[in-house]
């Protein structure tokens, strides 16, 4: 995979793709969902051509934040995802989807059977030179690939310091600094377009001490290195005047990146 910066273990990286599943029920409950709004964009060029319900791939699809609001939207979703702990809480979750067990790199799909394909903030843990290919097999022409990710708007100055004390935060400012969260240009697509649309996830001090616990970095620390962070963002949090005194909405960016299967 050649989209990772300087200092890519592959070991490293393999571990916290797969890190996920020891964490699934945790995971559900804590990581935040995408508006509405940035899943009607993702799907425009899809619902302009082939009307309201579509058949919907959701690619690493995880817990099934994408499909439960798939679902919610009207269209027929087809979950794709390899742990097999998130895919038994996906059915949990979101029965009425199709889940399946595979990966981007090998969907179990036939050719040109999805109207769209969405992607959960994952877009980074595929190889993309053969996770195009194969997305683009099962994608009618015409279809839009789009991939979702939920930043932490670290405009705001207290998330900008929440940085210091959790180095797993997804930052906003620094998006375009992470090449593996782009969809890499590839002849059987459009040049990608983005879109942001802010939104807020309701938190208390531990609810948001719970949402980092789910990042992959935490995950595949050893336990003593966790505790010492999860604390220390206690502390942060309860220092600042924001987040003190009870509930507090965390600043979100979902960041929709949007192309088009050629041939349509
Ligand atoms: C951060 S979670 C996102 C889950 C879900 N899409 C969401 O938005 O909540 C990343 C997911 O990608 C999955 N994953 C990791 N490598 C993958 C690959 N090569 N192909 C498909 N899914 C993969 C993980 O198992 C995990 O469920």
């Not at 877009?123 to 195009?132: G, K, P, V, Y």
């Not at 983005?194 to 620390?221: G, K, Q, W, Y």
């Amino acid at each position: 995979m050649s989209t990772h910066g300087t200092g890519y273990d592959p070991e490293l990286y393999a571990r916290r793709a797969a890190s996920f599943g020891a964490v699934a029920a945790e995971y559900a409950a804590h990581r935040p969902d995408y508006p509405a709004e940035a899943v009607a964009w993702a799907l425009a060029p899809a619902a302009r051509e082939r009307g309201a319900a579509l058949h919907v791939l959701d690619l690493a699809a995880g817990t099934g934040k994408l499909s439960g609001g798939l679902v919610a939207l009207g269209h027929r979703v087809t979950a794709v995802e390899p742990d097999p702990a998130m895919l038994d809480e996906l059915r949990r979750q979101v029965p009425a989807a199709t889940a399946l067990g595979g990966s981007a790199e090998s969907i179990p799909l036939p050719d040109a059977s999805v109207d769209a394909v969405l992607v959960g903030q994952a877009i980074h843990w595929f190889d993309q030179d053969r996770a195009l290919p194969e997305i683009a097999r099962v994608l009618r022409p015409g279809g839009p690939l789009a991939t979702l990710s939920n930043a932490e708007d670290d405009r705001v100055e207290w998330v900008a310091g929440l940085a210091a004390v959790s180095p797993t935060q997804v930052s906003y400012l620094g998006w375009e600094t992470n090449p593996s969260r782009r969809i890499a240009p590839h002849p059987a697509f459009s040049a990608a377009v983005d879109e942001d649309f802010p939104h807020s996830m309701p938190r208390t001090i531990e609810s948001l001490t719970a949402t980092v616990a789910t990042h992959s970095h935490i995950l595949v620390m050893a336990p003593d290195e966790r505790a010492a962070v999860l604390a220390g963002i206690g502390d942060y949090l309860r220092s600042r005047p924001e987040t003190s005194a009870g509930a507090f909405g965390l600043p979100l960016v979902t960041r929709v990146q949007r192309c088009v299967r050629a041939g349509g």
